[in-house]
């Protein structure tokens, strides 16, 4: 889920964001965009991957390893937050 403080725009239809905590930019292109869009709120890996693979001719095993690449990135820079999923 997206952490709160980050100023996000489209640029020529890539997202670009600026955190307001620390002042920096992020281009986040256009896949990254969509990822970002999707983590509005609290979902799974899963469902990112599914939607991506269901707009994006991709093989599934390429779109996990680099969505899992992309969230530890965001996470290790504070942008997003990180909820283990709970079973019932």
Wanted: aromatic share 6%.
């Amino acid at each position: 889920m997206q952490n709160e403080g980050n100023i996000v725009s489209d640029m020529d239809g890539e997202k670009v964001m600026m955190s307001v905590s620390t002042g920096k930019y992020y281009n986040l292109g256009v896949l990254g965009g969509e990822i970002w869009e999707t983590i509005h709120s609290a979902t799974s890996v899963k469902d990112i991957v599914n939607r991506l693979m269901s707009m994006y001719e991709v093989e599934l095993n390429v779109c996990e390893s680099e969505v899992l690449s992309f969230l530890q990135v965001l996470y290790k820079e504070g942008l997003i937050q990180v909820q283990d999923e709970v079973h019932s």
